[in-house]
């Protein structure tokens, strides 16, 4: 009775065509990954013109200001006043920024994070 295995030739071509099924694979999961974060920039700024409009409409209509003086605390800048309509601060970064996971910039500049 003959014992019948793989050759070794056998095997080679088998990881190969595993590698190249790979290769083809990798850049779609990259356009796929760059399409849902896409989809999330979009969410983002629809949600910061909610905060906006609902800002609007506690204070008289009007927008917030880019950049105003509250006395002795300093600059008060819009994305504070929005703050409190939004309910996650990450949503003022895009998510195309590679921050692992951080806090984003303007949120520690800002007094929000």
């Known amino acids: 009775m003959k014992n019948r295995a793989f050759t070794l030739i056998e095997l080679l071509v ?21 399409a849902a974060k896409k989809t999330v920039a979009v969410s983002n700024v629809k949600q910061l013109g909610l905060a906006i409009m609902m800002y609007q409409n506690d204070s008289d209509d009007t927008y917030p200001t880019g950049f105003g003086s509250t006395g002795w605390t300093g600059m008060d800048l819009w994305c504070q006043k929005v703050q409190p309509y939004v309910k996650n601060v990450n949503i003022f970064a ?11 910039v303007i949120g520690s500049w800002a007094g929000i994070g």
């Open 94 to 104: 895009s998510p195309a920024d590679n921050q692992g996971g951080q806090t984003p």
């Open 14 to 34: 088998v990881i190969a065509i595993i590698a190249i099924l790979a290769a083809i694979l990798f850049p779609v999961f990259a356009q796929a990954k760059m």
